[in-house]
């Protein structure tokens, strides 16, 4: 069974400056992406990025970037220059190639601070 | 372009009550997958509808069916209220079934409050 791990319940960053929020997964398929997934107060879940396993070179979209290990099984988020608007719980989540059923960690809340 | 919408927003029941929650796909999409998060908790997966048909299904018991209209739009119906079925759940849409490949998106969600 795949599970997906996230050992850090709160975090807390400095507006303006940059944070690395943890995941790691358990898998034995090969055929597999990465997300995390942003759920602001207002309850919406939004992709902020994924990964495709079979890729070497990490994703980045803007001030969002991953440092996915395929080998460690461990695939972290880094924000840049954090914005207030970063402030919400963080989740990342797992699927296999073939199936409908994202798999999430327990999530990370972050707090960006002025 | 309207993106997943949910109704209602928020509902609360007692428990053994039954509940309908609904859920419109985005433009475009034809596969609705439906997760139940509790609080403080990531969302769970219950299961995902495509063709009309239950495609692929999580760890919740029979009590938690749906179903799928020819407009792609769904509706998830939970008997026999418990209250650990309180929760917010999330409706998501996404193209061509069990394809992990295709980005999920998110509905508002429904707070269910079970009494």
């Known amino acids: 069974a795949q599970t997906v791990t996230q050992s850090q319940p709160e975090m807390s960053v400095q507006e303006a400056e940059t944070v690395t929020l943890s995941c790691t997964y358990d898998t034995s398929e090969n055929n597999y992406y990465l997300f995390w997934y942003k759920q602001p107060p207002s309850r919406q879940m939004i992709l902020v990025i994924r990964?495709?396993?079979?890729?070497?070179q990490n994703a980045t979209e803007n001030r969002f970037s991953v440092n996915f290990q395929k080998a460690a099984k461990s695939f972290s988020l880094k924000i840049s220059d954090s914005q207030l608007g970063d402030t919400a719980m963080y989740f990342c989540a797992f699927i296999r190639r073939s199936q409908g059923n994202l798999i999430f960690g327990k999530g990370t809340k972050l707090s960006v601070k002025p | 372009d309207a993106g997943v919408t949910q109704s209602p927003t928020h509902l609360i029941k007692t428990r053994g009550q039954q509940v309908t929650l609904r859920c419109s796909p985005k433009s475009g999409h034809d596969t609705v997958s439906w997760y139940q998060q509790a609080l403080g908790q990531g969302p769970q997966f219950i299961f995902q509808?495509?063709?009309?048909?239950?495609?692929q299904r999580g760890n919740f018991p029979d009590r938690f069916s749906g179903h799928q209209f020819p407009n792609y739009s769904s509706e998830l119906n939970v008997n026999a209220l418990l209250l650990g079925d309180s929760a917010l759940y999330l409706c998501?849409?996404?193209?061509?079934?069990?394809?992990?490949?295709?980005?999920?998106?998110f509905g508002p969600g429904t707070r269910l409050t079970v009494l």
């Open positions: 998501a849409s996404s193209l061509g079934g069990l394809a992990g490949y295709n980005e999920q998106f």
């Open positions: 990964q495709e396993a079979y890729k070497q």
């Open positions: 509808y495509y063709e009309e048909e239950e495609r």
